[in-house]
């Protein structure tokens, strides 16, 4: 197999460039940053920017290879810096990924066809020859909210790593093509470090960065607290060719106008019969919430009363997203059922 991911060995703090910007504008495209540890018969990896418009990782990433008086990390560190070119096309930071290309993080299965495909073969034959003890694969969401992990097992080492990261931590067993669904010979986690724009998520960023090159144990029983843990969201999702938009009144030419304000309901209890916007004459028609069974339950989850969307039970919304590329694209928010443990 070609191999298109460089690799920086152990840059030194005057080669990274005096800002994220040059930082990026340094590397060719993806590259692997291999860093020795105290210990070097151990490794961890970090990969971050599969998503061009997430950037907390790479901030944190760039500060912390900036610092001169940077200690070599406990363990060998792999970090992969992935979409760069999608990252840095202007404006800089707002593209998930190039267009006309497939998103980076639904790759990572067969069949590898595509270039992003190809990408995501060599991530995973590069991670799994480094063997690494854990994975932590750093992303933000699209909209304002807060830290959580995602896991696709709730094995005591995935629930013990992800707790140094989050308190907040989603199974999920959905088949998405995602990184962490991998089978990498190692517990991995996705760390959601929060809104792309927060303050608060280039801190998650940098703290986690911390606990990962100076953790002596990623895997310990005590320390942090038991995670809240929320398992099974479902994706709400609008069919192809329905149009969405945000806005405080229902726009005439818009199949569903969702409130702009729709990103505080991430990750707090939303009640029943709140309003979340409107919708045009097919009312839930144009939804779909798909269950583990492959049954659309969105009939359960939500009603529609006089051209208006409301939630008919308690809900748990997350990645909420206020843009409406990312609900077409991807999907409007999960949800979980606050009631269901
Ligand atoms: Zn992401």
């Excluded at 998930?96 to 595509?114: A, E, G, K, Q, V």
């Excluded at 009312?283 to 659309?296: K, N, P, T």
Aim: glycine share 6%.
């Amino acid at each position: 197999m070609r191999n298109t991911i460089d690799i920086w060995p152990n840059p030194r703090c005057e080669k990274i460039g005096h800002s994220v910007k040059e930082f990026l504008c340094n590397l060719n495209g993806p590259t692997w940053i291999d860093i020795p540890g105290q210990d070097n018969n151990r490794t961890r990896v970090l990969t971050t920017l599969l998503h061009g418009n997430e950037p907390s990782g790479t901030k944190a990433l760039f500060n912390w290879l900036a610092n001169p008086g940077r200690k070599a990390p406990l363990t060998n560190l792999s970090c992969l810096i992935c979409s760069v070119e999608a990252a840095l096309l202007e404006p800089e930071f707002s593209h998930r990924y190039l267009p006309d290309t497939p998103d980076m993080n639904r790759c990572f299965r067969p069949p590898y066809d595509s270039t992003n495909g190809k990408l995501a073969e060599e991530i995973l034959h590069r991670i799994r020859d480094l063997t690494p003890e854990a994975v932590i694969d750093m992303h933000n969401t699209s909209g304002a909210g807060p830290d959580f992990a995602v896991t696709t097992s709730l094995n005591t080492n995935y629930v013990n790593l992800a707790k140094n990261f989050s308190h907040r931590l989603i199974l999920t067993e959905l088949h998405l093509g995602a990184l962490m669904e991998a089978d990498l010979g190692c517990p991995i986690i996705t760390l959601e470090c929060g809104g792309s724009s927060d303050f608060q998520a280039d801190q998650k960023a940098l703290s986690a960065l911390e606990w990962l090159t100076t953790g002596e144990n990623l895997f310990r029983k005590n320390g942090a607290p038991q995670p809240d843990i929320y398992k099974h969201p479902l994706r709400f999702e609008i069919r192809d060719n329905v149009s969405i938009c945000y806005a405080d009144h229902p726009v005439a030419d818009s199949n569903i106008t969702l409130y702009p304000d729709i990103e505080k309901y991430n990750f707090g209890i939303t009640p029943e019969n709140i309003c979340l916007g409107w919708v045009g004459p097919k009312g839930l028609g144009y939804f779909s919430a798909i269950d583990d069974c492959g049954h659309d339950i969105k009939g359960d989850l939500f009603y529609v009363k006089q051209d208006k969307l409301y939630t008919s039970q308690p809900l748990r919304l997350f990645m909420v997203t206020p843009r409406p590329e990312i609900a077409k694209k991807d999907c409007l928010f999960y949800l979980v059922r606050a009631n269901t443990p």
